[in-house]
C-alpha cells in the first residue's frame, strides 16, 4: 500500500489525472467520531459534515435545526446578522437557533456537532431501517463517504442515482482511501454502496469525450489507473468485507475475490458481461472465479455473462453468507460491530497467512489482464457496446 501515493503522483505528472484537483477533493478520510471527552479536530467536524450525509433516518426538524446552529456557530461564531422577516417562516427559525447559542466558544460548537452527528449515526445504524436512496444522497455530496466508528473503516460508494458507477475519481479516492484505512486504528475495513445498487461497475461514459488522436492513450492509462487500483486490493492488509447491498455489476463483482467475506442482500445479483460489452476479465477473476467455482461456472459467469442469484452466488463461493433484504443491514452491521472488537493484530496477522502467498502471482495476474483489456478497449465490439449503451441511455 505504500506505493499508492507514488503512484498516483506519477499518474498525475504523466497526465493521466486531469488535475492536481483530483486528489486534493478528495473526501473525508479517518472519520474519528469523538466520545464526549475528547476534543474534536477540525477533520472530526469536516468527517461528521460527511457523515450526515449517510444518516439512514431523517433526524427531524428540531435536530436539523440544531445541526444548522452547530454549524453556523462552528464556521462563522456568534449570529450578528440581522434577523430574518417574520414571514421568512425557515429562515427565521434557522436564525433563531442559531441566535440561541449565544457567545458558545466555536470549538465547543464544534465538539457539540461531532457529538450530535455520532450520536446521529448510532441510533440511525441500530434502528436497522434504510431509507430510499434519494433521501440519503444530498445535492453537491462527493461520490465516495469514508467512515470510521467501532473500529470499522466503512468506504461508501455513494453515486446512487447512477447506481453507484464508478468514475476515474472514485477508483482513486478509493485508493487513497484504502491506503489510509490500512493505516488507521480500524480492526476491518468495509466497502458497501449507497442506495438500491452495490455498483454498476465502471462508469461506461468514462469511455465518451475522448478526443481524436488520444484513444490509444487513454486506453494505456485505463490499464495503468485499473492496474493499480487491483493492485490495492491484492495488498490490502486487514479484513475486507463487502457489505453487498443490492445488485453488484463488472469490476465490483470481480473484485469479491479479493475480499475475505462478502455479506450480500438476497435482493443482491452478480453480473460480469464483458464478452456483451467487448471486454475481457478483470480484477483477478480469470484465476479467483475458476479457483472458487471450478472453470465451467465461471466460463459461464465471465464469458457468457450468466447472471447469478446472491443464493447462487453463495454456493459458488463468491459470497459468504445471503441476509433477508428487511434484516441485512441490521444482521451484518452487529455481527461487524462484534468482529471489530477481536484482537486486531491477531486478525491482520491472520489474513495475510491465508493471502500472503498467492500475493505475487495475483499481481502477475493482475498486470496481464490489465494489459489485455487495454487491447480489447481499442476493439470494434468493445466501441460498438460503448456506443449502444450510451444511444440506449439517449434514447437513440
Ligand atoms: C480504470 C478503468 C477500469 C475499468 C475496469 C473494467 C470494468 C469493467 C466493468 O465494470 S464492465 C460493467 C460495466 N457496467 C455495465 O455494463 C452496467 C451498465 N448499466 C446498466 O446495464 C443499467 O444501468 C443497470 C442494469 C445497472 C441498471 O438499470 P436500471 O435499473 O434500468 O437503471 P438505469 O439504467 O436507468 O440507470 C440509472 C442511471 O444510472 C446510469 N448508469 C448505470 N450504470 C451505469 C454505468 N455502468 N455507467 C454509466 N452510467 C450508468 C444510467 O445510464 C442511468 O443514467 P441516466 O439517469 O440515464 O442519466
Redesign the pocket.
Known sequence: MAGVAGRLARRWCSGALRSPLQVTRFPALQLHVCGPAMRASQKDFENAMNQVKLLKKDPGNEVKLKLYALYKQATEGPCNVPRPGVLDFINKAKWDAWHALGSLPKETARQNYVDLVSSLSASSESSGQVTPAADRKQPGSDALVVTSQDGITTITLNRP???N?LT?QM?HDIMLALEAASKDDSAITVLTGNGD?YC???????FTDIPPGEVEERARS?AV??RD?VDCFIDFPKPLVAVVNGPA???SVTLLGLFDVVYATDRATFHT??SH?G?SP?GCSSYTFPKMMGPSKATEMLVFGKKLTAREACTQGLVTEVFPDSTFQKEVWVRLKAYSKLPPNAMRISKQVIRNREKEKLHAINAEESSI?QERWLSDECMNAIVN?LSK?AKL
Open positions: 442515482d447512477k447506481k458507477a476515474p477508483y445498487y454498476s461497475g465502471n462508469d461506461l461514459t468514462n485505463g489507473l485499473l487500483f455489476v463488472g469490476i458481461p464483458f460489452l471486454q478483470e483489456l449503451f441511455k
